[in-house]
C-alpha cells in the first residue's frame, strides 16, 4: 500500500470532528453546516499536503492533527470583521474604526438595535413622524444653527448639499481647497457627480476676495469653501473668511458653503495642537450651510452632518437623494446620545474617548506608559528589552495634519536576535485579538494614548503569547 493512501485512512471523519467541536464551549453555538464547511475544507487542505508529499506519519498523529484541525477551524470561524487593540496612537485612524463611541452612545444603540422606537413615529400626534426630528432640535442647541440635517457621511452631505443648491451651474472654489482625501474622495470629482461645475479661482497658496468677485457670473450658483483637512499650505499664504464672502454672495442671494471635513464642536484652543475653528463659530460667522463628519474629531457614529440656514436646509431635506443617504437608526440613537453630551464641554471631553485621547495630559500617559511596561516586563522577562521613549501621536483621520502629539511610548526590543520587528507585528495581526503597533526606531513600539486601561493587560499577554510561554 502507498503512503498515500495509507496516510488517507489516518484522517479523521467529517462528523468524528464536527462531534468534537460540539464539545468546544466558544464553537458548540456556531451553526453546524458553518463549521461542516470549515472542516471540509481543512480536511481538503491536509489531504492536497499527503498527496504533494508533505507530509509525514507523525504529522497525522491523531492527537496532533485533530488539535492542528480545531484550532484552524477556530481561527477560521471568527469573524471577519472584529475588534482591534490599537496601539499606534492615532486617534482617529481611519483603518481601524475612527472614534470610539462614548459609554451612554454605545448604551442607546444598543436600545435602538434590540428593541421597537418611534423613528418615523410621532408620539404626540399618533402620525407618521421624520427620523430627522431627532437630532435637529440637539444640533440647534449645539451650534446655534437655524436647521439642521443628517445623512450617512460626510461625503454624502457634501453631494446632497451640491445637488440641491448648485446642480447645473457654478460653484466657485478656491484652487488651495480642492483637497482629495484619503478613501479617494475629492472635491472636483464629488462637484461633477453632482451636476454641479467647477469654477477655480485663485492660486494654490493664496487666493483674494477679488478672486471670487471677479468670477461671479449670471451661472454662479454658491460659493464653496473646503476644509484642507489633511494637509497645511504654509508661508506666503492667503484664503478669504466666510464672513469676508459674505460681503458679496449675501446681496447676489448666493449662499457661502463650507466643508468643514472634521469639525469639531469643542474648543481645542487651550490645548496643544493649536486653534482651529468650531462649528459654533462658522455659523456665528454666517456661513449658509455647513457640512462635517460625526465620527472624525466629534467623536460619534459615522454620519454626515448639515446645518445652516433654514432657507437652504429645508430645501435640502426635500431633495429626493436624501432618500439614498439616509441615515440608519443606531446611527441616530448614537448621535443624539453624543451631541447631548457637548452641551457641557467639560462633560464631552470625559466622556467622549476620541475628546479624552486627544486632550490626555502628558503625565498621566507617562504614568500609564509605566503601568504597561511594568505588565510586560512581568509577562516577557528576559525575552525583551522594555523601555519608555518620549514620542508622537497622531490626531488622524485628516484632521490636525503636521500637529503632533506628545506621548510617551513604550518599546519593546526582543532579546533574540532571530525575532525580526517586522515578524513580531505581522504576529501580534494574527492574535486575537489583533494588536495594531508601529515599528519606531528599532523597536517595536506601543502607544498607550489609544490603549484603554482594561487594555493594558491584555495587550501584556497578547505579546506574551507571541513570545511563548516564558518557562521556555
Ligand atoms: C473627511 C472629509 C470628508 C469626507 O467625510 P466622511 O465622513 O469620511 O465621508 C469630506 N470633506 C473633507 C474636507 C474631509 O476632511
Known amino acids: 500500500m502507498s503512503d498515500t493512501s495509507k496516510f488517507y485512512r489516518l484522517l479523521p471523519s467529517v462528523d468524528g470532528v464536527l462531534d468534537r467541536l460540539a464539545e468546544e464551549p466558544d464553537l458548540a453555538a456556531r451553526p453546524r453546516p458553518f463549521l461542516k464547511d470549515l472542516v471540509t475544507e481543512t480536511l481538503d487542505e491536509v489531504r492536497k499536503l499527503i498527496r504533494e508529499g508533505r507530509v509525514t506519519e507523525e504529522d497525522l498523529d491523531a492527537a496532533v492533527l485533530l488539535s492542528n484541525i480545531i484550532d484552524t477551524v477556530r481561527r477560521r470561524s471568527r469573524p471577519h470583521f472584529r475588534r482591534v487593540v490599537n496601539a499606534t ?5 481611519t483603518n481601524l474604526g ?3 463611541l462614548a459609554d451612554g452612545a454605545v448604551q442607546a444603540v444598543s436600545e435602538a438595535c434590540a428593541r421597537y422606537s418611534n423613528l418615523e413615529f410621532d408620539l404626540e400626534t399618533g402620525k407618521r413622524g421624520s427620523r430627522y426630528s431627532h437630532v435637529e432640535d440637539i444640533l440647534k442647541r449645539v451650534t446655534g444653527a437655524e436647521a439642521g440635517l443628517v445623512v450617512n457621511n460626510n461625503a454624502a452631505a457634501v453631494l446632497l448639499v451640491l445637488d440641491t443648491l448648485c446642480k447645473g451651474g457654478e460653484v466657485i472654489v478656491s484652487r488651495g481647497e480642492l483637497v482629495e482625501i484619503g478613501g479617494s474622495f475629492r472635491i472636483p470629482e464629488v462637484m461633477e457627480k453632482s451636476g454641479a ?8 497658496n493664496r487666493t483674494h476676495l477679488h478672486d471670487y468677485e471677479n468670477a461671479i457670473t449670471e451661472e454662479t450658483t454658491a460659493l464653496l469653501k473646503v476644509h484642507a483637512s489633511n494637509y497645511r499650505i504654509i508661508g506666503f499664504t492667503k484664503e478669504v473668511s466666510i464672513p469676508e464672502l459674505r460681503t458679496i454672495a449675501q446681496p447676489r442671494g448666493l449662499p457661502v458653503i463650507e466643508d468643514l471635513g472634521s469639525g469639531t464642536l469643542f474648543d481645542f484652543a487651550p490645548f496643544a495642537f493649536g486653534y482651529e475653528p468650531t462649528v459654533q463659530e462658522k455659523v456665528a460667522q454666517g456661513a449658509d450651510v455647513i457640512t462635517f463628519s460625526g465620527d472624525k474629531v466629534l467623536g460619534g457614529p459615522q454620519a454626515g452632518i448639515i446645518v445652516g440656514r433654514a432657507e437652504f436646509v429645508e430645501r ?7 432618500r439614498a443617504l439616509r441615515i440608519d437608526k443606531m446611527t441616530l440613537a448614537a448621535l443624539e446620545a453624543t451631541l447631548q453630551l457637548y452641551m457641557d464641554p467639560e462633560l464631552a471631553r470625559k466622556k467622549i474617548p476620541t475628546l479624552a485621547m486627544m486632550t490626555a495630559a502628558s503625565e498621566d500617559l507617562r504614568k500609564k506608559a509605566d503601568r504597561l511596561a511594568r505588565r510586560l516586563r512581568r509577562t516577557l522577562g528576559d525575552r525583551a528589552t522594555i523601555s519608555l521613549m518620549q514620542g508622537a501621536s497622531r490626531v488622524g483621520g485628516g484632521s490636525f495634519p503636521e500637529r503632533d502629539l506628545e506621548t510617551t511610548l513604550v518599546r519593546v526590543v526582543p532579546a533574540s536576535e532571530r525575532t525580526s520587528l517586522k515578524a513580531l507585528r505581522d504576529r501580534l495581526l494574527q492574535g486575537d485579538p489583533p494588536l495594531v503597533g508601529r515599528i519606531e526606531d528599532d523597536a517595536f513600539c506601543l502607544d498607550p494614548r489609544t490603549l484603554a486601561e482594561d487594555e493594558l493587560s491584555l495587550t501584556a499577554e497578547l505579546l506574551g503569547s507571541v513570545f511563548g510561554d516564558p518557562e521556555q
Open 89 to 93: 496612537g492615532v486617534v482617529l485612524h
Open 316 to 322: 435640502i431635506k426635500k431633495n429626493p437623494l436624501n
Open 197 to 204: 461645475f467647477l469654477r477655480e479661482v485663485g492660486a494654490t
Open 98 to 100: 475612527r472614534s470610539l
